[in-house]
């Protein structure tokens, strides 16, 4: 067997030790004569996964006391729903767009409620690609009677990031601000204390998809109403440890599994320092190219997970697909909806991988 | 390694063979160098594994060409809120109570809608576990306006099982019913046309926990509200092939891979004698046991797949656990609500476990 450099979006490649592991458990998790995903889940065994789990999620996340950590599923698309329906509560929230995902959350908040489009980078006359930056905190309009801000915080289709809790709009105390994560959580430490919410489908950096992980303040608990389904209502989930109904166990076992790699990879600050590195050599490859290969995005919110970006014409850019699928590479074609190419730098993804991608590109260009 | 016997309710045994495929290709699918659940599913590879996975399940249930068939998340409590959101449009819905499950829809559609109780066989003045038949045709109250009529094919905490379409209510034409079988879906050849929708979490008889299989009529597509989340509309999902949003792929993956080994056994109704066989073989150790363990299901609805007894006091039933997990059988601990011992024989159990249960209850009985 040889494995191929993946640089898919997400689903996406997983730590290779993670899946020797689980290959190794499948059929027999620590001698017990039958598989995890076999087993009940509120059984002794499922009940030590998910708490250890938990905990080392905790860990890595320094997630303070007085929030809960649920294990959902749904992916980010049922939490965008989840989140007006358990903090609106006949309020209005404000949105900040800056890429396709927080777009689509504003639209999908707007079903259940009031959702106001607070900001938005998208460039005006633009194709659907045109997302490349931050707003300015001049530039937003925010209610300060609003039940809550939500950001995206990593785009992964636009390649635009919050690089840190410094980048983000500035907002009341008062109004919680919540954020999907999906595409860079545990990608490097994050000041959990600055979200009222944090949710992430599992399935860039976390585990398989399905699973969706939800961080929640305690104080933002019991406000769904009434007609709200209880297993989206946040206080349920957490009165009855995410267990209202049968969770994703395997898919929350390897998640497990993944917590336990970063944290023998030496914890975040060590995983973003080596994201950083394996960014700036694909940035850098991009840069150099003499405008062959070029992102357009501004340098202070360049994602470190997702880079998109475009060769001189969409017929090289076909090409360049089916050439690093020959070369051995995967998951390099851009999101349908902007095209281009995008390389996904997800914790998974070794430098190596990425120096031999930019190896190709280079050579690619030295072709074309 | 040495597998156990797993009568576990869910999550529960998968057939052997079908483990050993799934942990061979983990990291590698078909020599493409990456595993399945690392995957786009996008992409060709998944493309192809959803798509013969919804051909098999076609042929396996003959399910008829105007019923669509979706891959979702969430569980039958998730469809429990989502059947209500896509058919009630300000209308009122009946449901049949023969067990928890069914209760528990009801209770649940109520938060969405307009729910009524048509009928309900829990005994008055029991416990929580006095469910032990099917209603009479003549002990129904129904709506002959209701959007649909629910039932619980079989009750994987009671043990009451719709074993044939002709028990199912009668309704009329117009009125659809939607049936939660998630514990005994594809056990037997079932009747799709009898239904309007039918659905059913994987966990016990199709895969992993996190999928879950709805089975949709055409004409019962596009009647959800204005303010229904989009990935909840079953209109949407049919439009988006189940991937508004990442499906949970390696489920999908697993549960084509328990399509394919159901075909190999000769299909539902090769599979439908065998569970017949397993079931009589466990009724009978029970029945015969001059009342050491009782089942107070009725014989025209004992459950094949889920068959709960009692033993003469809580004490016995305690060391039956016991001592049953020290012979090498998992899961036989009865649901929390009603106690007593419950043992699964879903598709995935051989006949063989069955009989090796049937062995250490006669010499357990003997002892007590």
């Known amino acids: 067997m040889s494995r191929i450099w993946n640089f898919s979006a997400g689903p996406a490649t997983l730590p290779e030790a993670v899946l020797q592991q689980a290959q190794a458990e499948l059929l027999d998790w620590h001698g017990v004569g039958a598989g995890i995903m076999e087993m009940s889940h509120r059984g002794k065994y499922f009940t030590e996964v998910i708490q250890t789990a938990e905990a080392d999620l905790r ?110 709009p500035q907002t009341p105390a008062n109004i919680p601000v919540v954020a999907d994560m999906s595409s860079h959580i545990l990608s490097r430490p994050m000041e959990v204390s600055r979200y009222g919410i944090i949710y992430a489908g599992a399935q860039k950096n976390v585990g398989p998809s399905g699973l969706t992980l939800v961080i929640v303040r305690e104080d933002l608990l019991g406000h769904a109403g009434a007609n709200v389904p209880r297993l989206l209502d946040y ?73 998109p970006f475009r060769l001189p014409s969409v017929e090289q850019e076909a090409e360049f697909v089916r050439a690093s699928e020959a070369a051995g590479f995967m998951g390099l074609k ?35």
């Not at 927080?102 to 999908?108: G, M, R, Y």
């Not at 995008?342 to 990425?354: D, E």
């Open 59 to 168: 860990e890595l996340l320094a997630i303070p006391q007085n929030y809960k950590v649920l294990f959902l599923q749904g992916g980010a698309t049922l939490q965008f729903s989840a989140v007006p329906m358990n903090l609106l509560n006949g309020r209005s929230a404000d949105y900040v767009a800056t890429g396709a995902w927080s777009k689509k959350a504003h639209q999908e908040a707007g079903r259940i409620g009031k959702a106001r489009l607070a900001g938005s980078t998208e460039a005006q006359g633009q194709p659907a690609d045109g997302f490349i930056r931050l707003p300015r905190q001049d530039e937003l309009n925010l209610d300060p009677q609003a039940a809550y801000l939500h950001v995206c915080t990593n785009e992964t289709i636009h390649g635009v990031e919050f690089l840190d809790e410094a980048h983000l």
């Open 235 to 307: 206080k349920v989930q957490v009165e009855n440890d995410s267990m209202l109904n049968t969770p994703t166990t395997f898919s929350i076992y390897l998640a497990g599994l993944v917590f336990k790699w970063l944290k023998a990879q030496g914890g975040l600050a060590r995983i973003a320092e080596i994201n950083q590195e394996k960014a700036a050599l694909l940035y850098a490859a991009i840069d150099n190219s003499q405008g062959f290969y070029q992102n357009p995005v501004a340098s202070e919110c360049r994602s470190l997970m997702n880079i």
């Open 334 to 368: 851009g999101h349908k909806s902007v095209g281009g190419i995008r390389a996904s730098l997800y914790n998974a993804m070794p430098l190596a991988g990425v120096a031999a991608l930019v190896k190709f590109m280079r050579e690619f260009a030295a072709k074309g």
